[in-house]
């Protein structure tokens, strides 16, 4: 059992749920196992975004995911009812590595084992990115020449990637022999949760495949790492960090992101963490708060003008 005491968001009094509420101006809100599960919807949540920006909250969304377009988060955001979503509103990992490489001025071709989406994203950014296409069967004998680098590469990027091969993993590896070339990555999750009753393996063993091979340790630009916290702080002009909620339903990745950034954090049970592995978790790997979902601050708002 742990030390700290975690507070549901709802078993909060009048006071001390107006008081949580008049504590932050900026809500980062994690997506997949919070708004929505990968492949089904989650009940009100766009409601509940609504409610935290009626409040003159600014809410902006940060994840890990890099599979899908702009234009599939404004539509996917606009089918829950998010009122004024804009594409800069949400950050994932194609994007950090746009504004990692602009930042470090890499301007050389890229070799990428990202998704097509991310890779789109990259390319729409103005990166000139590479990837590996192999039409017929890989043999032994051919391995070599499939995977021998072109051309130097200013970096190797690395995110999920539903459809990443062998022969992509060994390229990446002889690319990153050269210690010029840069190694960025998302990816880092272990669990790909698709729906309620299932959940697929993550990336992050491939990538560490990669980095045991090449002795290379990648820049990570996705959560937990603390850079992509200072280039939220950077782009979203966060000027005060305790004044921000992270939102999350990953203890691994969202609430020890949170923790890390110096943000408060709020963990939702609709995702993947049951709440026995947060009572279970170390005190200090525990949120700030938690709820059973998103939904929740729809009653404390209704609760909060109730008793004001
Ligand atoms: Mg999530």
Known sequence: MSARKVSHILKLSAAEQREFVNSFDVVLCDCDGVLWMVSS?????????????????????????????????????????????QANDIMHPAKSMLYY??????????????????????RHGGVDVRTLVTKEDVEIATLDKITRPEQKMGAVL????????????AAATRYLADKDCHFIAGGTDWLLPIKADLT??????????????????PTIVSKPAVLLGEILKDIYKLADPKRCLFVGDSLTHDVRFGLNCGFQTLLVLSGSTPIEQMWQAKAEDQPHFY?????DFIELYANISKNT
């Not at 301007?107 to 890779?119: A, D, E, R, T, Y």
């Open 200 to 217: 697929l393996p993550g990336f992050c063993d491939f990538l560490d495949t990669i980095k045991r091979f090449s002795g290379r340790e």
């Open 101 to 122: 490489m602009k930042k470090h001025n890499i301007k050389q071709p890229v070799f990428s084992l990202c998704s097509g989406h991310g890779n789109e994203t990259l």
């Open 41 to 85: 919807p989650l009940p009100r949540t766009g409601e509940a975004v609504n409610a935290l920006k009626d409040d003159g909250k600014q809410v902006r969304f940060v994840s890990n995911n890099s599979l899908r377009l702009d234009e599939e988060y404004v539509n996917k955001f606009t089918r829950i009812g998010v009122k004024d979503f």
């Open 291 to 295: 709820a059973d979902s998103m939904a």
């Open 158 to 169: 690395y995110d999920i990637n539903l459809n990443l091969t062998y022969a992509q993993i």
